[in-house]
């Protein structure tokens, strides 16, 4: 069974950047099967694409995030990661890791990141 | 870009009713799109792909219909855990943009 776990920081300050880890089990990120990625969710509202990965190289971002977003893996612990720069209060959300077969099969639980000084 | 509207944003229902939730496309996604259902609390949940495939394990009162750039997910005979947000999501655009509705809140009446 494949499953999905975010970590991170749940507070950062403004301007400052937010790492998060998403530690996979059950599939390799190598197996270029899927596409792994991160998908955010503000509190009381819908859901936002960020960025995903074949872990061979190809990388996505969503236009509006795409100046401020790296999305990288390592395959040796399994994880992939993800990196958001000058972050501010609309950057406060749940962020989800998800394993994605053109839909997104797999969830993270997700984890809260509030940005306040 | 793509735009995906779902109808409505909200409505309510009782255990045993069945109801369905429209997503319009801004332009052809052929049969690209999938459906998830979103628990207060909890990561989405993914329902049905490809417009009209069951994910294994969704029960068989779920079902998705549609192509081109309409699309409905019916839900038959609620039960009481149904009562949760839907969203669709289209996958169509290369490259990837993974665009999402923006909802559909289905509580108990």
């Known amino acids: 069974q494949v499953q999905l776990q975010e970590s991170g920081p749940g507070l950062v300050k403004p301007s400052e950047t937010l790492s998060l880890t998403c530690t996979v089990s059950?599939?390799?990120?190598?197996?270029?099967?899927?596409?792994w990625g991160w998908i955010r969710q503000p509190p009381g509202r819908g859901l936002e694409w960020i960025a995903s990965m074949y872990y061979s190289g190809s990388t996505y971002y969503s236009p509006s995030l795409k100046s401020r977003v790296t999305i990288s893996g390592d395959k040796s612990k399994n994880q992939f990661f993800l990196t958001l720069n000058s972050v501010t209060a609309a950057d406060r959300a749940v962020y989800y890791c998800v394993r994605i077969r053109s839909y997104v099969d797999v969830w993270g639980k997700g984890t809260t990141v509030t940005v306040s000084s | 870009d793509i735009h995906m509207t779902q109808s409505p944003s909200s409505l309510s229902a009782s255990v045993g009713d069945r109801v369905t939730i429209t997503c319009r496309a801004s332009?052809?996604?052929?049969?690209?799109l999938a459906w998830y259902q979103q628990v207060p609390g909890k990561a989405p949940k993914l329902l049905v792909y490809?417009?009209?495939n069951l994910q294994s394990g969704v029960p068989s009162r779920f079902s998705g219909s549609g192509s081109g750039t309409d699309f409905t997910l019916t839900i038959s005979n609620l039960q009481p855990e149904d009562f949760a947000t839907y969203y669709c999501q289209e996958y169509y655009s290369v490259p990837p943009s993974y665009i999402f509705g923006q909802g559909t809140k289905l509580d108990i009446k």
């Open positions: 059950g599939d390799p990120i190598s197996s270029n099967s899927h596409y």
């Open positions: 490809a417009a009209s």
């Open positions: 332009q052809d996604i052929i049969n690209a």
